[in-house]
C-alpha cells in the first residue's frame, strides 16, 4: 500500500466524521482542527483508519503529528516496519 492510498482511507473518515466537508476541500497539508474537529473526531478518524489499515499506533506516538500529510507518513511508516519484521 502506498502513502494516497493510506490518505484516501483517511480523507474518508474526514469526510464521514466532519460535515460541510468536500472531498476537495480537504488539504493533506492542513490539520483536521484547521476543518473544525475535536478532540474526538480526530480520535474517531485515526481509529477507523487503524482499523481499516489492520494497523496499531500507540497514542504517545500519534501525539506529535500536526497535519494530515504526517499522519499518513507515520501510518505508512508503521505499515512498512510491519512488513520487514
Known sequence: MDKEQIYAVVKKYILENLEDLQDSDIDPQKSMKDYGANSLDIIEVVSCSMRELKI???????????????????????????ANQ
Request: proline share 4%; charged share 35%.
Open 56 to 82: 496499531k499506533i500507540p497514542r504517545s506516538e500519534l501525539a506529535d503529528i500536526k497535519t494530515i500529510d504526517e499522519l499518513a507518513d507515520k501510518f505508512l511508516a508503521n505499515m512498512s516496519a510491519e
